[in-house]
Structure formats: structure tokens, C-alpha cells
């Protein structure tokens, strides 16, 4: 392998290992191995960039952003860090509430997640 080549190849893995270029789907799948180990501090990082990238690519109102807001709120629970789990679960109510109403079940689980 050519200098060069080596080069672009350290820069790409370092980019990768920063967080940069990585998609929604990459962030979310290396939050969910670590929270499998049961490694919820090495998990929420990966869980916060899942969800800034979900906003960035779906959108603030998107099912997948809210389910990013879900599973960090949840990591934080995991490690029982209520402060950073209430406005987490607080937007999720408020997404639900905007896209399909009070009414919808999916409203009445972030109501009890919440609450839990």
C-alpha cells in the first residue's frame, strides 16, 4: 500500500473513531453493542450522536429521531440519571403530541415512560 493511500486510510479511521462521517444507522448499531455489554456510560456518547444525526437526517418530528431520544433517555435511566432522562422523555411526549395527537397509544407510553 502506497504512503498516500495508508494516509487517507488513518484519516478515515480517525474520522470514524471521532464521530465524523458516521450515519444515524452506524452511531445507533455501536450504542446498542455497547449497551448489550451493559457499558451504559460508553454508550450514551454514541447514543447523543445518534440523535443529533437523526435530527440532521430525518428530521425533529421524525419517528427515528424520536426513538434516538427514547434510547438515550433510557440509557440514562440504565444509570439512573433522572435529570437527563426528564427532558429527554419531555420531547418525546411533545413529538408525539405534534405529529399524532393525544389520543394515539404511542402518546400514553412516553406519558408512562416519564412517569416511570
Known sequence: MGRI???????????VQNGFAQTHKELEQQMLELFQQGKFSEAIPYA?????????????????????????????????????????????????????????PGYAVALNDLGN
Open 5 to 15: 493511500a495508508f494516509l487517507v486510510l488513518v484519516i478515515v479511521y480517525v474520522g
Open 48 to 104: 447523543i450522536k445518534a440523535k443529533e444525526a437523526a435530527k440532521k437526517e430525518y428530521g425533529d418530528t421524525a419517528t427515528t429521531y424520536r426513538l434516538s431520544l427514547t434510547n438515550l433517555a433510557f440509557i440514562y435511566e440504565k444509570i439512573e440519571n433522572y435529570t437527563a432522562t426528564e427532558p429527554l422523555y419531555s420531547e418525546v411526549i411533545s413529538i408525539w403530541e405534534k405529529t399524532v395527537g393525544e389520543n394515539h
